[in-house]
C-alpha cells in the first residue's frame, strides 16, 4: 500500500508540474504579444467589468419596474445575487488560497494594471461571468446571450494579457461566476417551481 501511495504522489507532483509548466507557457505567448493600442484597450475592457456587473442587474430591474413586468424584476434580483455570490466567493477564496501573481513569481512577466496581492481566482472573470450567464438566462436571445459572452471571454483574457493572472486562475473565475448563477437559478426553480 505504501509503494501505490508513494507512486501515485509522485505521478501528482510531475503531473502538477508538466501542468504548471505549460500554464506558464500558455501565459508567456499571450502576455508578450503586446502594443500600445492592446495594453489601452484590454486595460479598457478590464476597467469596465465592474460597471457592466452594475449596469446588467440594474437594467432587468429598471425594465421590471417601468413595464411593470414581475418576471423582469425577478430576473434582475436573481442577476444581482448572482453575482453578489460569485464576487463573495471569488474573494474568500482568493483570501484563503492566497496565490501569488505571475509578476511575482517570474521575472519575466510584467504587470500592465494596478492590483491586488493575490491571483486565483480571477475576479474580473467571475463576475463578467457571472453577469454574462445571468443576463443569458435572464434573457435567452443570440442577441443578449452571444455579446455578453464574448465581452466576458474579452474580459478574461485581457487579464492574462496584462499579466496579472494565470490561465488557471482565469478558469477558476469561470467555474466560479458560470456556477453561481446556475446555483441561484436553479434555488429559484426548487423554491417557486418556475
Do not use: C
Not at 506558464?24 to 493600442?37: A, E, G, N, T
Not at 483570501?95 to 475576479?123: C, H, M, T, W
Not at 482565469?170 to 417557486?192: E, K, P, T
Amino acid at each position: 500500500m505504501r509503494v501505490f501511495s508513494v507512486v501515485f504522489l509522485l505521478h501528482w507532483m510531475l503531473i502538477t508540474v508538466s501542468a504548471q509548466n505549460a500554464e506558464v507557457r500558455m501565459l508567456q505567448k499571450i502576455h508578450k504579444d503586446s502594443s500600445i493600442f492592446k495594453d489601452k484597450s484590454f486595460k479598457f475592457i478590464s476597467k469596465s467589468v465592474l460597471p457592466v456587473s452594475i449596469a446588467a442587474p440594474s437594467s432587468l430591474l429598471l425594465a421590471g419596474f417601468i413595464n411593470n413586468d414581475p418576471l423582469m424584476k425577478r430576473n434582475g434580483f436573481k442577476s444581482a445575487i448572482s453575482i453578489a455570490l460569485a464576487g463573495t466567493l471569488g474573494t474568500s477564496l482568493k483570501l484563503i488560497i492566497r496565490r501569488e501573481r505571475p509578476f511575482k513569481q517570474y521575472d519575466f512577466f510584467r504587470a500592465k494594471d494596478k492590483v491586488g496581492p493575490f491571483s486565483f481566482p480571477s475576479n474580473h472573470t467571475t463576475f463578467a461571468f457571472a453577469t454574462a450567464t445571468s443576463l443569458s438566462l435572464a434573457v435567452p436571445k443570440w442577441y443578449v446571450v452571444g455579446p455578453a459572452y464574448l465581452f466576458a471571454g474579452l474580459a478574461s483574457y485581457s487579464r492574462m494579457y496584462l499579466g496579472v493572472h494565470f490561465p488557471s486562475d482565469v478558469f477558476g473565475g469561470i467555474v466560479i461566476g458560470v456556477g453561481s448563477a446556475f446555483l441561484v437559478w436553479g434555488a429559484d426553480r426548487l423554491m417557486n417551481g418556475k
